[in-house]
């Protein structure tokens, strides 16, 4: 097996995460993330007795919650924590493709 | 006539019918002010925990039975991850490996054959924000954030833009019935994405899929699919390649657009949501959630059309709820069916239109409407004695034979009675009657009217037109 990842592999997952990496870097996390990932396939080896405790690794169940009506934010202060709104619209830069 | 088989697989989201959000307990609204009804859970604060809505999983029970899905009793959710402005979490909370139903279906009639739509499964997910692009800036609207969705998706197994139309016109049909959502595309608590390919014979590996995305309303299901069809039908002429791609149905182009070249279903890097633990559905909840379900639409429309209601017109009575409930209270009973649904759907109906009311708020109650449908059948009350008293029967707390008797109708049902007015004027107009024999079978109306005019509109119609008929052809 190789030792590193594959520039496009690293690419790829730096493009998901919506990060640039300098020419540098991207040795760096060819190694690197490539370690992280040997250590984390070794979960794979490891006997599975139950799924469900892979997920939730406590025996209560999810509390179901009663559909009532509880506070909300007043949507001024939710504006008040963002760098731009237009009205009451949260502004962001263009994003097209969804 | 197209030499391509088309393959289509479509996903719809609906919108659940709840008081609060999946996971916050913030109001589930449309139409109110941008980002008024939000929390710090739907806004994605960092320290926030969900707390799943014990209705969203009763109405995710109740979807999954009426389209005939199995249960998956033991479940849990997922976090889909992706960067996108319309959640702040950076991951939306879905079912990936325990939707709450798979395996079930919904039955469509294509050219009067059922076909049955599959459908794979079906999960419980939460919206995202609502974003407009607007020139160089994008808007964002929270409101929509978390409010409780099921996916449908089904097999790919629909066969036309046809059956794609048919299948989402019953979906929203059953969904409506059992209260689960409102289904309005148009306000986009239905959203519909299908999946598109051809291929050149049934024999062939399946062709490109591509994606259609955010189709409005329900003609625009059939409309995008086929352009669509027709789009990659071009395509494999020119004997070019198809792209995988998602597009979107422009309704002012009246065609498909690029969106983009599709990532694949790894990119989401999907895994357990460990916030959420595990929910154990029990026997219980399964039959609480569902005691409610009202008779659904397949099932009337059995019942009408056996009780001799035309398709269209049972058909017509299940597009309206209220009618159709009304209707069915009298199941049990003998009332004629028949006469019932065309009072409901004739004088009835344009009461309701013109006023602009519901049933029940009228005074029509439903030991009037036995006596109406009684009258009518047994021709006491003719279709115009009804359209004169509909008012009446629908504004005022008096019973059919008051207000007959308040209108002062009296109908000339008897036979002997009408023969000798219709014998009087055929007498007093031989003119008419002379070109009824030439042919002029216009004249017969002419002739009728008379006879009207002579009872103040009171001789029973059908009865004499039957006699005035029989008299004119023994005169030929």
């Known amino acids: 097996m190789a030792d590193r990842l594959t520039r496009e592999e690293v690419e790829h997952v730096a493009k998901l995460a919506r990060v640039e990496i300098s020419d540098d870097e991207m040795e760096k996390y060819q190694v690197e993330l490539k370690q992280i990932l040997d250590e984390v396939m070794k979960i794979n080896d490891v006997v599975l007795y139950d799924d469900e405790y892979m997920i939730a690794p406590w025996s209560v169940d999810s509390e179901l919650r009663k559909d009532e009506v509880g506070d909300m934010l007043d949507a001024k202060d939710v504006l008040e924590n963002v760098p731009r709104h237009s009205g009451n619209y949260i502004e962001v830069p263009v994003v097209l493709g969804e | 006539m197209s030499n391509y088989i088309p393959t289509i697989g479509i996903e719809v989201h609906v919108e659940l019918k709840t008081n609060t959000k999946i996971f916050s307990n913030a109001i589930n609204g449309y139409g109110m002010g941008a980002n008024t009804l939000t929390n710090v859970i739907d806004l994605g604060y960092p320290?926030?925990?969900?707390?799943?809505?014990?209705?969203?999983?009763?109405?995710?029970?109740?979807?999954?039975?009426?389209?005939?899905?199995?249960?998956?009793?033991?479940?849990h959710f997922d976090r889909k991850n992706y960067f996108y402005p319309d959640n702040p979490k950076n991951y939306q909370i879905t079912q990936f490996n325990t939707p709450i139903g798979h395996d079930g279906y919904v039955l469509i009639e294509v050219d009067g054959?059922?076909?049955?739509?599959?459908?794979?499964?079906?999960?419980?997910?939460?919206?995202?924000?609502?974003?407009?692009?607007?020139?160089?800036?994008?808007?964002?609207?929270?409101?929509?954030?978390?409010?409780?969705?099921?996916?449908?998706?089904?097999?790919?197994?629909?066969s036309s833009s046809e059956e794609a139309k048919l299948y989402i016109e019953k979906l929203r049909e059953i969904l409506l019935y059992a209260g689960i959502s409102d289904c309005k595309m148009e306000e986009g608590s239905m959203r519909c994405d299908a999946n598109v390919s051809i291929r050149p014979k049934e024999s062939a590996p399946y062709g490109t899929k591509v994606e259609i995305k955010?189709?409005?309303?329900?003609?625009?299901?059939?409309?995008?699919?086929?352009?669509?069809?027709?789009?990659?039908?071009?395509?494999?002429?020119?004997?070019?390649?198809?792209?995988?791609?998602?597009?979107?149905?422009?309704?002012?182009?009246?065609?498909?657009?690029?969106?983009?070249?599709?990532?694949?279903?790894?990119?989401?890097?999907?895994?357990?949501?460990?916030?959420?633990?595990?929910?154990?559905?029990?026997?219980?909840?399964?039959?609480?959630?569902?005691?409610?379900?009202?008779?659904?639409?397949?099932?009337?429309?059995?019942?009408?059309?056996?009780?001799?209601?035309?398709?269209?017109?049972?058909?017509?009575?299940?597009?309206?709820r209220e009618m159709s409930d009304f209707l069915n209270s009298f199941i049990e009973s003998d009332l004629d069916f028949v006469v019932a649904s065309n009072l409901l759907l004739g004088d009835i109906a344009s009461y309701l239109n013109k006023t602009n009311k519901m049933l029940k708020d009228t005074l029509l109650s439903k030991e009037k409407f036995v006596v109406l449908v009684e009258k009518v059948k047994d021709n006491k009350l003719t279709s115009k004695n009804v359209k004169d008293i509909i008012e009446d029967i629908m504004e005022k707390d008096l019973t059919i034979d008051d207000i007959i008797e308040e209108k002062g109708i009296t109908n000339i049902t008897d036979n002997s009675i009408i023969e000798s007015i219709v014998d009087k004027i055929i007498e007093d107009n031989m003119e008419s009657v002379e070109d009824y024999k030439n042919g002029h079978d216009r004249s017969i109306k002419y002739l009728m009217?008379?006879?009207?005019?002579?009872t103040k509109g009171q001789a029973e119609p059908r009865i004499t037109m039957q006699l005035l008929k029989e008299k004119l052809d023994s005169l030929k």
């Open chain 2, 47 to 75: 320290g926030t925990l969900p707390t799943i809505n014990k209705e969203v999983i009763r109405q995710a029970i109740k979807a999954a039975t009426v389209l005939n899905c199995e249960i998956r009793k033991d479940m």
């Open chain 2, 113 to 158: 054959v059922e076909k049955k739509i599959e459908i794979e499964e079906m999960h419980i997910e939460e919206d995202t924000c609502k974003s407009a692009h607007r020139g160089n800036v994008t808007l964002l609207d929270f409101n929509r954030a978390g409010v409780p969705l099921i996916e449908i998706v089904t097999k790919p197994c629909i």
């Open chain 2, 214 to 320: 955010n189709i409005g309303s329900i003609s625009n299901v059939g409309l995008s699919i086929q352009k669509e069809i027709m789009r990659q039908e071009k395509i494999y002429n020119n004997n070019e390649t198809i792209t995988p791609q998602t597009r979107r149905f422009d309704s002012k182009l009246n065609d498909t657009v690029l969106m983009r070249v599709k990532e694949t279903g790894n990119d989401y890097r999907y895994f357990p949501e460990p916030d959420i633990p595990f929910i154990h559905l029990t026997d219980e909840d399964i039959r609480e959630a569902t005691k409610d379900i009202p008779m659904l639409p397949d099932e009337r429309r059995k019942i009408y059309i056996n009780k001799g209601i035309t398709r269209v017109n049972s058909d017509k009575i299940i597009n309206h």
């Open chain 2, 449 to 454: 009217g008379q006879i009207m005019k002579e």
